[in-house]
């Protein structure tokens, strides 16, 4: 088993468990406020864990600081003024 069809399977599972903890509130299965934080703590662990997976399968492209255009950015150049 190779690493991406791991993070594959782990991804899978992550989700399915985020899924349960949502039919569970929803169903009311939550019968007071400690165990509603518990389980909302949980899908909120569980939708980090599966965003860091969803990074690692689907890299962005990082620009370098010295290479950094941003096109909606006024660059000032310092002592020039324009009257």
Known sequence: MDAVEF??????????SYQNIG??????GVDNMEKYKYLLG???AYQ???QEISNL???KE???????????V???EP???ED
């Open 62 to 72: 990082q620009k370098n600081d010295n290479e950094r255009t941003d096109d909606n």
């Open 57 to 59: 399968l689907n890299p």
């Open 23 to 28: 039919d569970n509130m929803i169903s009311g």
């Open 48 to 50: 980090y864990i599966d």
């Open 7 to 16: 993070l594959t399977k782990l991804r899978k599972l992550i989700r399915s």
């Open 42 to 44: 949980q899908a909120h």
């Open 74 to 76: 006024v660059q000032f």
């Open 79 to 81: 002592g020039s003024t």
